[in-house]
Each structure stands twice: as structure tokens, then as C-alpha cells.
């Protein structure tokens, strides 16, 4: 029997684990997937948020500030990789001026400081290859991190920590006998003194099954692009455009590895797992990218991807006891939910002190290694040596798997020894970037297979390349015919 149950291993339900580990309590986390952040945590544009643009007043005005403010130390604690490069919104005419300025009035009243509305003198020693905007709403303190890094960090602290993790354990149902809730999944049953809802698109249906309904969730598709390594140099900042009644617009960011990345659109679906992407849809994300910076080499797409986001029918987060008692439903965290993050874990945890007396671990570590390493074009090294490395005995653990990422086997290693047991390729991919290069895992993933089923024992049959909602296939090809 546990003391918490968490269901749901996105960044959401992992800042929480990690959370609780600081005390003296036994906590499991449920996920149905193979492993930690497979859902919205690793689709979507990992930006740590400013702050400012969630409307004052509601729990993401409440939380994107108070979660922005925490990264810092996360970061080196954790070692996930986050970096602090601003943002800018950019305004096209004097309308969308005054727009700024009132994203400026509603982000100081969030608790943002340091907002301003910069000219487009300034604008053009931000940002050279900025398209023909008059101005922009600049703020320093935005960033970017590596959403399943970050996540993948959270989980792997809370392990060493003492928090249990129970992967392809679908929830099927919910029961509350003697002020226990007994939880049954796909592999069998969980007793807990208190749970936890943190799962994402399905938060609305685990919570119908021991509350009566108040909530449902409206699944969001946003479709993305990926250009090359090494791309991101073109810009500095995460760009943003101004937000009108036709939306907001699509992003231009780097991201932490210096890819450079467009995206999203906004589409309601009715299958929340689809995680498609469409030809026409992605045209679309190109047109609107070049009002931002113009010109951009579609040459260097190497990828498309999807992801869709927990909105709730209250256009809120929920956070919140129920009416079961000693059931907490964490719904309807989308976008800032990231940078969110790390507030409403501490929140939750306030919230379970309420309910249960928590003593400190005295021997709880906030310290992770890191597992991937931010490498720039000077640190790689040229191919002719990489060749030499790929070609070293299979057992030795400075064999380069991955080519284009140069990511070696004692990286892969490193990664399959950490607490959780990953049985994808795309674990690996997530972990080490060994798939993330131009040829998107061609060359290195069956070398991979072969790793991971040699050090789990296990054939490599066993190992799939990715789970439910990873994602389409790269459209780089087909961008490249049909560009006009």
C-alpha cells in the first residue's frame, strides 16, 4: 500500500514525484506508457514562459511567474539544460503596439518585471533577420529547456529518492473502500491513502471515475517543424507574434540544442491521440514563420511532429482537493504548463499537507548528473574521426552509435542505468539525442536495439521504436517538391 498515488508521468506528475520525495513518504507513480514524458511533456515548443501573457486573475497568471522564477536553480540541481535567452512579441502596426502594452499592464500585475516595448532600431540589433515588424515587447527573463530532459531529470531525482515508478499500467478503474482507494490497472491493482490526478488528456476521465463529472477535456493538436543542428544561430531570442482575434500566431525559437523550430497551430480534435501531421497544416506554419523571419531555408527541415494539449473546459487549470476526499486532480495543465511546473508541484504538495503530516527526508539528494551534454560545432569532431570511432569494437564504450549526434555508447549505457527501464528507441533518443540528426536514426538505431536488448538480456524484438503519440514521420522531402 502506498501513501500517494500519482497517475500520469508528464512533467506534471514528475515535478510532483520529485516534490514529495523531499519527505517521508511512500509514493508511486502510475503511467500508462513504457516511460516518463510521452505524451504533451515531450511534444510541444519548450519554452519557459515569461510570465506575462497568462490572463491575471487565474491559476496560469498565478502560476507561469512563480514557476519562470524557479528554473535557475532547478537547472543546476537537475542538469536538464535551460537557458535564459529572452523573448520578443512582435508588433506589426501601432495596433498591435497597444496590444503590447497591455500584455505589459497584465504581466506586471502577474509580478513580471523588466517588460518593455522596444523600437525597431533596437529591434534590428536583437534580432538581423527579423522580417519588417516596427517594434516588440521584450522580455529577458523567457527561456528554453529541453521539455523530456527536463522531465526525464525530475524522474530519475525522485527515483534516487525513493519514488516508485509503474510504466504500461493503464488505469481502468477507481474504487474507495475504508478511506482507501483502490486503484485498478491494466497489470493489476494499487492501494493508496490519497491520489493524485495528473494525466494529462485522460484527467478528465480518471477523475469520472471516483468524482462526479464538473470537468472534460478538449484535446488541442499543435503541429510542429524541426530544421538542422546548428540552425537556431539565426535568431536570439524566442519570437513570438502578437496575438489578435485570429490567434496568436506561431513561434520562431531555437532550441536548446540549437535546433531551429517553428510552430504550432491550434486544431481541436476529437481523437486525443492523434499526433498526425499534415502537409497543408505545416504549409501553413511556413507562411505565417515568414512574417517573422522571412526566407527561411525549408531545405533544412529534417522533421515534423505533433502534440496535443490537455485544455479544459473550465480554460483553466484545475488544481484542486475533490469531493472524494483525498483525491487531487491536477487537469487542464497546457500551455504555460512547463514553465508552470515546479509552482504547482509546490502547491500540491501544500495542498497534500493538509491532508497528511509530512516529515523531511533528511536524506533527500537534489543533485542529477547529466546525461546529455549541449555540444556546439567546435566540439564536434570531423568525420573522418568519427568514422575511426564508429568502427572501434562493439564492447568499448567510446564507440560513437550515433553519427550525426556523435553520441557514444558509454552515453547509451549511462542512460539504461538510471532507474528506469527503457525498452524504446525513442527513450534512448529522448536521453542522448542518438536519433535526433539528419538522418533522424537511420544509421544508429538498430545499433541501439542491439545495446539495449544486450544489456537488459532481452531480444531485440522486445524493443520498440516509440510509443502512442510520437509523432509523423520527417517531411523534409515532401516540403522541399512542393515549395513554391
Known sequence: MYDITIIGGGVIGCSIARELSKYKIKTVVIEQEEDVSCGA????????????????GTKKGYFSHRGNILFDRLNKELNFGFEKIGSLILAFNQEEIKTLSKIIENGEKNGVKNLKIIKRKELIELEPNIGDAIGALYCKNAGIVSPYEYCIALAENAISNGVEFKFNSRVEDIDKKNNLYIIKTSVGEVKSKLVINAAGVNSDIISNMINDEYFHIIPRKGEYLVYTKGYGDIINHVIFQCPNEKGKGVLVTPTYHNNLMVGPDAQI???????????DNLFDIIGKADRSIPNLDNKKIIRSFAGTRATSSHHDFIIEETKSKNFINVAGIESPGITSSPAIAQYVVDLVKKIIDLSKNNK?????EPNILKKSESDMLPM??????????????NRIVCRCEQVRQRDILDALDRGIKITSTDGIKRRTRAGMGICQGKFCEPRVKKIIAKKYGISEEEITTRGIGSGSEPVRVEIIKLKK
Do not use: W
Open 41 to 56: 511533456t515531450k511534444a510541444n515548443s519548450g519554452i519557459i514562459h515569461g510570465g506575462y501573457d497568462a490572463t491575471h
Open 269 to 279: 480534435m476529437d481523437d486525443k491521440y492523434d499526433t498526425s501531421t499534415n502537409i
Open 364 to 368: 533527500f539528494n537534489p543533485f542529477r
Open 384 to 397: 573522418k574521426t568519427v568514422n575511426e570511432y564508429i568502427n572501434l569494437d562493439e564492447d568499448d564504450p
